[in-house]
């Protein structure tokens, strides 16, 4: 699957974004940078994907989605495979520790 393929309804302002976003190899870069930081236990990401969501009323807002699937293995070799869902554009304020501490306590949810 393309993964730099965007939906046709995106505004022109936001498809360099979107590009950017998109673009699995940029993503994966930034996951293995930031997601070590954010985990309690060593991990590795292994790989990354990603594809536009689709919200007639995400695009309303001028907010684009994206779901990146996420691959990780743990120190133990345990390999796990998440789903994050990206929204943009956002403010450089959007990773506030309020954010952080609600990741934080949704770790270990059934639906994880």
């Given at each position: 699957?393309?993964?730099?393929?965007?939906?046709?309804?995106t505004?022109?302002?936001?498809?360099?974004?979107?590009?950017?976003?998109?673009?699995?190899?940029?993503?994966?870069?930034?996951?293995?940078?930031k997601?070590?930081?954010?985990?309690?236990?060593?991990?590795r990401?292994?790989?990354?994907?990603?594809?536009?969501?689709?919200?007639?009323?995400?695009?309303?807002?001028?907010?684009?989605?994206?779901?990146?699937?996420?691959?990780?293995?743990?120190?133990?070799?345990?390999?796990?495979?998440?789903?994050?869902?990206?929204?943009?554009?956002?403010?450089?304020?959007?990773?506030?520790?309020?954010?952080?501490?609600?990741?934080?306590?949704?770790?270990?949810?059934?639906?994880?």
């Amino acid at each position: 699957m393309d993964s730099h393929r965007q939906s046709l309804a995106t505004p022109a302002d936001l498809k360099p974004l979107m590009v950017r976003a998109l673009d699995a190899a940029f993503m994966l870069q930034i996951f293995r940078h930031k997601l070590p930081v954010l985990a309690d236990t060593p991990i590795r990401v292994m790989g990354c994907r990603a594809h536009a969501g689709k919200a007639r009323s995400a695009l309303q807002q001028r907010k684009l989605r994206v779901i990146y699937h996420v691959f990780v293995e743990s120190v133990e070799s345990q390999k796990r495979h998440y789903k994050l869902l990206g929204t943009l554009p956002v403010t450089p304020e959007f990773l506030s520790p309020e954010l952080l501490e609600c990741c934080r306590a949704a770790q270990g949810h059934p639906e994880q």
